[in-house]
């Protein structure tokens, strides 16, 4: 049996969701937008939302560090999917039928093969050995990223595993400033976090250029919203466009039993992303002091780049330049 990573599964609505057609939209991919009504869901109410912690939702692809080799790694998000064949016959079932579990799945003949490395979710379930797909018809898992591997060159760019650290995106010990900072992969472990950066989901928070990319890891639920909004429709949806900490993708609550729940700003009919962002527009400083690691960083390498700006500050994290 294969061993299991963290829990990554779908991250439900604060809100009931209804499906509304979109007639102007007959050319888009998705014709249609699901947006949220004002009743908050039985789940969230079960996880006491209104006693959770609600934080900025970040914009970037999912990582997970652990063990692998018997050392700490940086794991990429790569979800098992449906072959072409399973994927119709799937979609066809969910059209005519609303409750999808019903759905009888072949394991072995009905998805993509994956990696011999590819480990599944820790909340997926498992039948007869085999782990079976959420409700969408997706199994959430997680790959070893390996240095210099071309196909996750993004992610290997932030972790460094001779030195065994990542470069990691979190709140300075000063109110209001941002800290960029190499953290040891040991200290980060069985963490869930988020990759953004110059080549990620266009690069909503404007970071590098395409002749210097830069990418920064951010630890889920790093950056707890400091004057949220209350659980209201209306009042989120001042709060999104009203307020300059309300410049974010959503918000994500941390449920005191391990549950998450989140709200995007399209659950709004608000637009992502926006010219400017709560997160890009804060300074950040760099605290990088190169004489603790014990090897060289390859000169092209944002680890040799930001050891150079040790101590620098920035006005806004988008305003970081190396000097190349």
Sequence with gaps: MRRRGAV??????????????????????????????????????????????PTE???????????????P??????????NKQAEKRFKRFL????????????????????????????????????PLPDENGHMPGWVPVEKNSKQYCWHS????????????LKHHADPGLLEISPVPLSEILEQTLELIGTNINANPYGLGSKKQPVH????????ELKNPPALKQNDILSWFEGCSEG????????????????????HLGLPWPLAETYLSSQPVVISFNRTKYDC?????SLFHHFSNLDGQRFDRLKDIKFDV
């Excluded at 760019?157 to 990691?168: K, Q």
């Design 216 to 223: 920064l890891l951010v630890p889920h639920g790093a950056f």
């Design 73 to 82: 790694y940086l794991w990429a998000r790569l979800d098992r999917k449906p």
């Design 8 to 53: 990554q599964r779908k991250v439900p609505c604060v809100f009931v969701t209804e499906v509304k057609e979109e007639p102007s939209a007959k050319r888009e991919r998705q014709p249609f937008k699901v947006l949220a009504t004002e009743t908050i869901t039985g789940k969230a109410l079960e996880a006491d939302i209104y006693n959770a912690i």
């Design 157 to 168: 760019s932030v972790i460094n595993y001779e030195a065994e650290i990542a470069l990691v």
């Design 95 to 130: 059209y005519s039928l609303e409750d999808c579990k019903e759905f009888v799945w072949n394991i072995e003949e009905d998805f993509k093969p994956v990696p011999d490395t590819w480990i599944p979710a820790k909340d997926i379930e498992f039948s007869n050995g085999n």
């Design 296 to 300: 060289d960083f390859e000169p092209k």
């Design 247 to 266: 410049k974010v993708e959503g918000i994500v609550w941390h449920c005191h039993d391990g549950c998450l729940i989140k709200l995007h700003r399209h």
């Design 57 to 71: 939702k970040v914009d970037g692809t999912c990582c997970y560090v652990t063990t692998y080799k018997g050392r």
